[in-house]
């Protein structure tokens, strides 16, 4: 009998869990709070516990399941089973995840990073689960991405494939955390819209509302600058306009490099819809390679919070 899978997306403040029967159906869904105290010493004991008290509270017993899959952020090591450089989980030095795992729940165990798996949660049973080749690209606090080739995730030689939120959009722009200039994460990020409409505003002479905001030194989020674009303001368009173009132009090369069926556009920004994918998808055409620009579809990811756990989950197929 075909067994069901445990899905885990790690986040900084929440971690959610699901289980999942094999055609990616979630049964079972729930989350807890990521304690990260004490350099996050609880967070793994604290997903043993959740995991193992909704198997014993449920009709299924371990034999039910055929392992466990997880999203982390940090730096996976995929043999080890481990993570490192967590910083916002407090986990500074490398963490034994899969061993930890499987000796509490006893069920074999993957990890992946939670780009990765989020990718491979729109190629499953997302916005690219018609086809054999997706790129996935988050735009949230940062800008994250994923790469299936062939039905496979992209890892790269030390794993580092899909950054996509490090292509170069502006020379010599905007310093990024990753101590280069000019990353796509430092414009089409939530705090990167955020920046560029405060910058943009000091040079903006006409009426405004969001320039009034910053006037008024009043806090901006990327949500209220696409809402204010949709609303006419002038300004507000702008800025919206140049995300735009940004991220259009590094979809572009992604798409020349790859020609994958779709490029999905997730995370926290792409709540923008149309007001997002619009313009964007104007500026992917107009710098893609003819071939590419007529064959690859730009879209909306269509799981929402979803799809980490989704990925994570298929993960453990490979356990069946």
């Known amino acids: 009998m075909a067994k069901n899978l445990i899905g885990i997306d790690l986040g900084g403040t929440t ?3 699901a289980f999942l029967d094999q055609n990616g159906e979630v049964l079972d869904k729930w ?30 017993t371990i034999d039910d399941f055929a392992g466990i899959g997880m999203g982390t952020p940090g730096s996976v090591n995929r043999e080890r089973g481990s993570v490192s450089e967590a ?14 795992i499987q000796k509490g729940i006893g069920l074999p165990f993957q990890i992946d990073n939670d780009a990765n798996v989020a990718a491979l949660g729109e190629f499953w049973k997302g916005a690219g689960s018609k086809e054999e080749d997706v790129v996935l690209v988050t735009l949230g606090t940062g800008v994250g991405g994923g790469v ?24 010599n722009g905007y310093l990024c955390t990753c101590g ?8 089409a990020s939530a705090t990167g819209v955020v920046q560029l409409a405060e910058d943009f505003s000091k040079e903006f002479n006409g009426e405004s509302q969001l320039k ?12 209220m600058v696409f809402y204010l674009a949709d609303n006419g303001d002038i300004l507000a368009n702008k800025v919206v306009d140049r995300v735009c173009y940004y991220l259009g132009l590094a979809l ?4 020349n490099v790859l020609n994958p069926g779709s490029i999905v556009i997730g995370g926290g920004v792409s709540a ?10 104007r500026y992917f055409q107009q710098n893609a390679f003819p071939a590419v620009r007529d064959s690859t579809k730009v879209k909306l990811a269509q799981l929402g919070n979803d799809a980490g756990m989704l990925g994570a989950a298929s993960l453990a197929l490979q356990f069946k």
């Open 180 to 187: 280069k200039r000019g990353c796509l994460e430092r414009y």
């Open 15 to 17: 971690t959610k869990m």
């Open 148 to 171: 299936v080739a062939n039905g496979k995730l992209l890892h790269g030689i030390n794993g580092a494939a899909g950054e996509i939120g490090h292509i170069t959009v502006e020379p």
């Open 252 to 255: 572009s090369n992604i798409g």
């Open 31 to 60: 989350r807890i709070l990521t304690d990260i105290s004490e350099d996050g010493s609880h967070i793994v004991d604290n997903m043993v516990e959740s995991i193992n008290q909704h198997i014993e509270e449920s009709d299924y």
């Open 212 to 223: 009034d905001l910053f006037k008024n030194e009043e806090k901006v989020t990327s949500k």
């Open 87 to 100: 910083f916002n989980l407090n986990w500074k030095t490398e963490q034994p995840i899969r061993e930890q």
């Open 272 to 281: 923008a819809g149309n007001t997002l994918l619009q313009p964007t998808t």
